[in-house]
């Protein structure tokens, strides 16, 4: 599962053995107006097409994932450069829970290559734009309030033990500081699992499989 406003090219370079591992990819999709977070993951199940698969989610895409492993038998959970728990969350995000300064946020600017680009991966660089535009596929006003909203009230205060959390320490929209009991990577950015890819297919059949 991608990132928020991302497509699942960002896992276009992830490459596991197709004799071991069978990939299917999840989309985003507007939700319904006034769904719950827990609506949304409930819909986002019908979409699986496997019996006790390994969820992997990715920022906005690990807090999904581990919803959605409250409605299905899974046989693992992996959340790279995500959150398991409110606790994990910047001040920045905190504060606007309880100021709805984000509400004033201009999601409308949807066409705004680089403001998009902001929001959805943490890299305002201009030289990455074209780079990161290619990996865009939501650019709905409605959507992305609705993602936002459900990020700063994301109120999980715990999570299983057996869930694998991989985060980098150069993240700058969860910054390392704030995240516990992770596998940490070297210099990885928020952007790792695009930028980082080959640290992925070396370890992930490992991870998944241990």
């Known amino acids: 599962m991608p990132?928020?406003?991302?497509?699942?090219?960002?896992?276009?370079n992830i490459e596991l053995e197709k004799d071991r591992f069978e990939i299917h990819l999840l989309?985003?999709?507007v939700p319904e107006y006034g769904a719950t977070f827990e609506d949304y993951a409930a819909k986002m199940c019908m979409q699986v097409k496997h019996e006790r698969?390994?969820?992997?989610?990715v920022s906005l895409g690990?807090?999904?994932v581990q919803e959605m492993a409250k409605l299905i038998e899974v046989k693992k959970v992996i959340i790279i450069s995500s959150v398991k728990q409110k606790s994990e969350l910047p001040k920045r995000l905190i504060f606007a829970k309880y100021t709805k300064i984000h509400k004033l946020l201009p999601t409308g600017l949807v066409n705004n290559v680089e403001l998009l680009v902001k929001y959805a991966f943490g890299d305002p660089i201009k030289n990455r734009l074209k780079l990161y535009e290619q990996y865009l596929a939501m650019r709905d006003k409605y959507y992305?309030?609705?993602c936002i909203d459900k990020i700063v009230h994301w109120n999980q205060s715990s999570y299983d033990s057996n869930l694998i959390h991989?985060?980098?320490d150069n993240d700058v929209v969860f910054p390392i500081q704030h995240i516990k009991n992770c596998l940490i990577v070297?210099?990885?950015?928020?952007?790792?699992?695009?930028?980082r890819y080959k640290w992925f297919n070396e370890r992930l059949p490992t991870i998944i499989l241990e």
């Open 3 to 12: 990132g928020m406003a991302a497509s699942s090219a960002i896992f276009k």
């Open 27 to 29: 989309e985003w999709f």
């Open 53 to 57: 698969p390994v969820l992997i989610g």
């Open 62 to 64: 690990g807090l999904l």
């Open 144 to 146: 992305l309030d609705w």
């Open 166 to 168: 991989i985060h980098g």
């Open 186 to 195: 070297p210099s990885g950015t928020h952007t790792m699992i695009i930028h």
